[in-house]
Each structure stands twice: as structure tokens, then as C-alpha cells.
């Protein structure tokens, strides 16, 4: 089955500089690869997602970028503030002919911002 | 649009009782999917229901069970419950009929706790 895999752990960075999450996964037939930010007791919340025919895509302040030949992905913040305190998650997935295998995650970077 | 819900928030069981988690998704949406989040194992998939069906497994045992009902509300049930059970037990729902993957969205969780 799918393997992803996520560093660092925990991420602290000024704020207003960049933070960058990355991920590698094990099977090349993934193609959905969404990044999920949770705050303390709260539900997960989709921030973007890549699928595997793109090679970036860019949300504000946040991008995401996937290399399918290295099987890797990345999240990058740019000019982070206080609010993006939080745990981030990233996930792989299959999807083949309208059925959609389960999110398999990474184990989640904490990430915080410094004042 | 309504998000999705989950009932109960919280429930404290104890150990060899069964417990049943209800999930309703984002309305139009068919796929539910459930997941367990712990501090040691990180967010994990227990199943996906489409149509009534469960359309893919995650690697749980068998006394995790699920069904979906014809309004695609799902309904997660484990049985002789254990303490490792203890965990936020998540549900996210998506479309579930296109043939490429779908973004999902999760429900605040059912906190279990087993005694």
C-alpha cells in the first residue's frame, strides 16, 4: 500500500519568513495529493491540493509543488503569520475509474511562528 | 452549504462495549469516508462508502464496521471495544462519482475514550 512520509516534525520560523513542508510517497499510481492544516481541536481543513498531471499550484501565500519522477511534494508558506500556527498534514491517494482509495498521511509537521 | 456532522462529540466507553459514530455529509456529496486520528499513529483510514457500498478497506479489524444509508449518512460501529480504540474518530465526505479524485471534507470528529 501507499507509504508518505513528512519532515520535519515540527517547523518554527519567524514570522514573516518562509516555511517549506515536504513529503515523499511510495506509489507512483497516486495522483491526488492534498495538504490539510488542524488546528488544536479542530477538524482538519483542506488548505490546497495537487493532482498529478500539474507540477505547482499556487494559492496566495501558499503554493504546492509535485515531482512525480522523485515522488515527492512540497507546501511552501511565504510571509507567514501568527494564525498559520497550526499542524500540517499531507496525503496521497489513488483514484482509478470514479473509486477513490483512502487518504494515507504523513504523520504532520507543527508548525510555529515565532513573534 | 452545511458542512459535515458528526454525533456524537464525545463518548466514554468502557472496555468490551461497542460504540456506534454517526456522520452526515456535505449534502450532494456521496462518498463518506472514516478515519482514526492518534497522537502515536496520526490519521489513518478505516473505510470508504459510496452508494451504500463500501468501496475501499483501510488494514483495521474486523470488529471495525461501517454502513452508509440510501441519504449517504454513514454510520461507523466497533464492537468489544479496546483502550488502543480510544482516539478521534473522523469522517470527511466528497462527491464520489467523478473520475477524477475529489477534495474531502472532514466533520469535527467523535472523540472516543475507552476505559
Redesign the interface.
Known amino acids: 500500500?501507499e507509504n508518505v512520509e513528512q519532515h520535519p516534525s515540527t517547523l518554527s520560523v519567524q514570522e514573516g519568513d518562509s516555511a517549506v513542508i515536504k513529503c515523499t510517497y511510495s506509489d507512483s499510481a497516486s495522483?491526488?495529493f492534498?495538504w490539510?492544516k488542524q488546528e488544536l481541536g479542530?477538524?482538519?481543513?483542506?488548505i490546497i491540493?495537487i493532482?498529478s498531471n500539474v507540477g505547482e499550484k499556487k494559492d496566495q501565500r501558499i503554493a504546492v509543488t509535485l515531482n512525480k519522477t522523485a515522488k515527492h511534494f512540497s507546501l511552501h508558506i511565504t510571509e507567514t503569520q501568527p494564525e498559520d500556527s497550526a499542524v500540517y498534514?499531507c496525503?496521497a491517494?489513488t483514484?482509478s475509474?470514479?473509486?477513490?482509495?483512502?487518504?494515507?498521511?504523513?504523520?504532520?509537521t507543527h508548525l510555529i511562528i515565532q513573534p | 452549504k452545511a458542512g459535515v456532522t458528526q454525533t456524537p462529540r464525545y463518548l466514554i466507553k468502557t472496555r468490551g462495549q461497542q460504540v456506534t459514530l454517526s456522520c452526515s455529509p456535505i449534502s450532494g456529496h456521496r462518498?463518506v469516508?472514516w478515519?482514526q486520528q492518534t497522537p502515536g499513529q496520526?490519521?489513518?483510514?478505516?473505510?470508504?462508502y459510496?452508494s451504500e457500498t463500501q468501496?475501499?478497506k483501510?488494514?483495521f479489524p474486523g470488529r471495525f464496521s461501517g454502513r452508509q444509508f440510501s441519504n449517504s449518512r454513514s454510520e461507523m460501529n466497533v464492537s468489544t471495544l479496546e483502550l488502543g480504540d480510544s482516539a478521534l474518530y473522523?469522517c470527511?465526505s466528497?462527491l464520489?462519482?467523478?473520475?477524477?479524485?475529489?477534495?474531502?471534507?472532514?466533520?469535527?470528529?467523535t472523540r472516543l475514550t475507552v476505559l
Open positions: 500500500g495522483n491526488y492534498p490539510y479542530k477538524r482538519p481543513q483542506l491540493d493532482r498534514f496525503a491517494t483514484n475509474g470514479g473509486g477513490a482509495d483512502g487518504l494515507t498521511f504523513g504523520k504532520g | 462518498s469516508s478515519y496520526g490519521l489513518q483510514f478505516l473505510f470508504e459510496f468501496r475501499n483501510g488494514n473522523l470527511a466528497s464520489g462519482w467523478t473520475s477524477i479524485p475529489n477534495e474531502q471534507f472532514f466533520g469535527p470528529g
